[in-house]
């Protein structure tokens, strides 16, 4: 099994780009989240899906949309860059909405903007 | 709201020194705690969990107590290795969706 894979790895943006940050999950899992990594800041959620159709927003959404078309993909979209979004980012899913099942984790995307 | 509370780092051990990374949290529920852990270069990986008050969670020698009153869930190892190096971070699930609230991170580096 793949799990969940992010792309791309690394990207390099100027501020006022748009890009989308993909995720894909291959185990049929129902939630799926996205979140930043800042250093002395751990990890903040930022948005996340209980479900194909279903979104909704973590701790730090602006500046951040989603959509989850399939169960399988919930992509990340910056609309406009800006510098304040340069973090490393990760996806995650788990099978459902059970306090007790634990997230599995994409390898994450370094994003640095200009 | 939820939070979780942890250990500054960065810790720095000897090749078979005990461990300690200390976790509080507040929550509004009955969380479930979690330990992940995260390798240079990767994502992050579950290392225990505990679920009720009085679980102990253990995993590849690491063990933590899910303690009620005191709001604690500090992660322990009797002997680490260099391969253990690594951020480690507590998290708790909580709410109606369950979401993960992450500690800042305990980066350990162990030396031989």
């Known amino acids: 099994n793949a799990g969940v894979t992010q792309t791309p790895k690394f990207q390099v943006l100027k501020t006022g780009q748009s890009m989308t940050l993909q995720c894909a999950q291959d185990m049929n899992h129902e939630y799926m989240s996205w979140y930043r990594q800042d250093p002395g800041m751990g990890l903040r959620l930022i948005h996340y899906?209980?479900?194909?159709?279903?979104?909704d927003q973590g701790e730090v959404p602006n500046g951040y949309n989603v959509s989850r078309s399939t169960t399988e993909d919930f992509p990340l979209r910056l609309l406009s860059a800006a510098p304040s979004q340069t973090s490393v980012y990760f996806c995650a899913s788990r099978p459902g909405q059970g306090q007790v099942q634990p997230q599995h984790f994409g390898d994450g995307t370094r994003l640095s903007i200009l | 709201g939820d939070s979780v509370t942890q250990m500054e780092g960065p810790v720095t051990l000897s090749e078979e020194a005990f461990l300690t990374i200390n976790c509080t949290y507040t929550?509004?529920?009955?969380?479930?705690l979690f330990w992940y852990v995260q390798y240079p270069g990767e994502g992050l990986q579950l290392l225990l969990k505990?679920?009720?008050?009085?679980d102990k969670g253990s995993n590849k020698g690491f063990e933590a107590t899910y303690r009620k009153e005191t709001t604690s869930f500090h992660l322990e190892k009797g002997s680490v290795q260099v391969s253990d190096s690594a951020v480690y971070f507590c998290a708790l699930s909580d709410g109606g969706a369950n979401n993960l609230f992450f500690g800042t991170g305990t980066r350990l580096t162990v030396i031989p």
């Open positions: 929550a509004t529920g009955y969380p479930s």
């Open positions: 899906s209980v479900g194909a159709g279903i979104t």
């Open positions: 505990a679920t009720k008050a009085d």
